[in-house]
């Protein structure tokens, strides 16, 4: 781990609203999602705590929280790990973000106004022009298209559930870099479930984004069978 010592400005920022358990909560989460935390590491709740200069225990409630979001799993007499999946696993996963986010550009289709889909044309373009600047950079974690699709459905939980499943599989990816090529390739996976929604199309855009969380299935279980081949 690259340790939490001297916690950089940006995630600092975090601690401006809300509670401290919810700031801790979004903090211990981003250092998961970076990979500072990697797979099956412990999070050391008092490292944490004095990084971020709070108690223990609103770190403690956090942890908590992202064990309910499947981040972290929590051993009893042993602690809290970030969470590691296998290949079962991992199927699981994909068939639930499958389920879920096929409904969600179907409501996206028809509930998005106008302005927003422009927003969402807006977001490919910035994805565009970061990719065209460096073809081997991974996806960028701030243009998160599917985070933007599940909100243009106006369904608040459906919006969360979206995220705590991509979160999940993020961690998987972390074991390993990820495959030459594939952000460009998702990129282009999402301008094909775009193109779809600008039609008001839903059942395309649902196949679209089936054909899409497909081949994430296979990058991510490709990358577990990289991970299990070096550890042999």
Known sequence: ??????????????????????????????????????????????????????????????????????????????????????????????????????????????????????????????????LDSNEAANYPRDLDFHKKVAELTQNRKLTKKVAEVTSQLGLVRLRSAASPGRAVQAYEEHVAIFEALRRRDSEEAAEAMRRHIHNVRANVLDILTIDSRGAA
């Open 1 to 130: 781990m690259q340790g939490v010592t001297g916690l950089s400005e940006e995630f600092k920022k975090i601690f401006q609203t809300s509670s401290y358990a919810e700031q801790a909560r979004e903090v211990v989460r981003q250092l998961i999602l970076t990979g500072v935390y990697g797979p099956g590491e412990r999070l050391k709740e008092m490292e944490i705590s004095q990084s971020l200069g709070i108690s223990r225990s609103p770190v403690r409630e956090a942890v908590q929280g992202l064990a309910n979001e499947g981040l972290v799993k929590i051993v009893p007499q042993k602690g809290a790990f970030v969470a590691s999946f296998n290949q079962r696993e991992v199927e699981e996963l994909c068939e639930v973000r499958e389920a879920l986010e096929t409904m969600a550009v179907r409501l996206a289709a028809d509930r998005a106004t106008d302005s927003e889909m422009e927003e969402l044309k807006d977001l490919l373009e910035a994805t565009k022009a970061m």
